[in-house]
């Protein structure tokens, strides 16, 4: 198999002077393809054009010196990484410390030596070959962590996924239900988070986290024996206190996944707090344990509003479906009793948005 032949780097002289130009580029002919500029706005041209792998650049130019022209340069991204090697008689330490502050990689005094020239020259390709490698490494390895990351991604929805489904399965008559109330979920904090409340909790991400944890609320339904959990009929109270089982049985289950999925960022984190405390309520008569006001987790305390709304706007066996405007009056008759308050102000402010998605997301 023939090897690819690998074209020979471009090397861009640049100087006022066409003895200096000529000098230069009889040095470095037949090792570099050599391009050729007599004036700082020409280099720019020719770099923008097609971008060198090195510049050569003499200082004292008219009308554009070179040290505006490397500033130029570095400022330009697409211009930014070229190594820059500034020619020059200017000697004084000043000129120098200008140089490298403009961003010049190197400088080379003149009268040239060729040794020199050819040394230096060498050098700073290999040096910018390693961080062009490095470079095409980084995009390399940034494009695999992203499909690695998107595959973990779409596992994790792939569970969620099941784990709703097979909570539906055993809950039928609840239809649209989940659905309906990840989508108030989401309004009510992405609501919550515009207003600045709660921005120790709430973020885009976070919020995403709890939209997608609220359809895990009844999961320790699957748990509930059939005679009850799909009884025709208002439970009796031993009846009640076996369903609210199904309250710490939902974290549980969220709790055993979390840990045998290595969960190390606390992605089903929202999911157990949901599961566990939807039913608490504000003012600590809630269960499974009875928590009062803010030790409740705030995404338990989103879902508890948008569960309650949602049952109550909803045909069951026991019962019929309020009107919504009925359903709003009890939320608000709640507040500082049942519902946080500050929710409940979301929830009026965004009913607009819970009207369209109980109409969207309709039951059969």
């Known amino acids: 198999m023939t090897a690819v032949k690998k074209p020979l780097p471009t090397v861009l002289v640049v100087d006022d002077a066409p003895a200096n130009l000529s000098l230069l580029a009889g040095l470095l ?122 595959q973990v991604d779409r596992l994790r929805e792939a569970t969620l996924h099941v784990m709703v489904s097979f909570a539906e399965f055993r809950d039928e008559e609840t239809g649209n239900h989940v659905r309906r109330t990840q989508e108030y979920v989401r309004t009510l904090a992405t609501h919550l988070h515009e207003q600045g409340a709660f921005l120790d909790v709430l973020n885009p991400t976070a919020i995403e986290h709890i939209a997608k944890s609220a359809p895990l609320h009844d ?31 939902g974290w549980e289950m969220l709790d055993k996944a979390s840990t045998r999925m290595g969960d190390e960022d606390g992605f089903l984190s929202h999911a157990k707090d949901i599961a566990r405390c939807h039913h608490e309520k504000w003012d600590g008569s809630g269960y499974p344990e009875a928590l009062v006001g803010d030790q409740i987790p705030l995404s338990a305390r989103l879902m508890a509003v948008a569960d309650v709304y949602d049952a109550l706007i909803s045909r069951r066996p026991y019962k019929e479906p309020m009107t919504h405007q009925c359903a709003v009056d009890y939320i608000r008759q709640g507040s500082g009793g049942h519902f946080d308050p500050a929710i409940v102000l979301a929830f009026e402010a965004t009913l607009d948005q819970f009207i369209r998605i109980a109409n969207t997301w309709r039951d059969e």
């Not at 720019?44 to 009308?63: G, K, S, T, V």
Request: net charge neutral.
């Open 219 to 249: 999961i320790g339904k699957v748990a509930t024996p059939d005679h009850i959990l799909l009884k025709p009929g208002r439970l009796t109270p031993d009846e009640m206190a076996i369903m609210r089982e199904h309250a710490m049985q």
């Open 29 to 150: 002919n037949g090792s570099y393809r050599v391009k050729l500029a007599s004036s700082g706005a020409k280099a720019l041209e020719l770099a923008h054009r097609a971008a060198p792998d090195l510049i050569l650049l003499d200082i004292m130019m008219p009308e554009m010196d070179g040290y505006e022209v490397c500033r130029r340069l570095k400022a330009d991204p697409a211009t930014r990484l070229i190594p820059v090697l500034f020619l020059t008689a200017m000697s004084q330490p000043e000129d120098e410390a200008k140089g490298f502050e403009v961003g010049a990689a190197d400088f080379i005094q003149k009268p040239i030596s060729p040794a020199i020239v050819k040394a230096r020259v060498r050098t700073h390709l290999q040096i910018k070959a390693y961080q062009d490698e490095l470079t095409e490494r980084n995009v390399w390895l940034q494009s695999e962590l992203a499909q690695r990351l998107g």
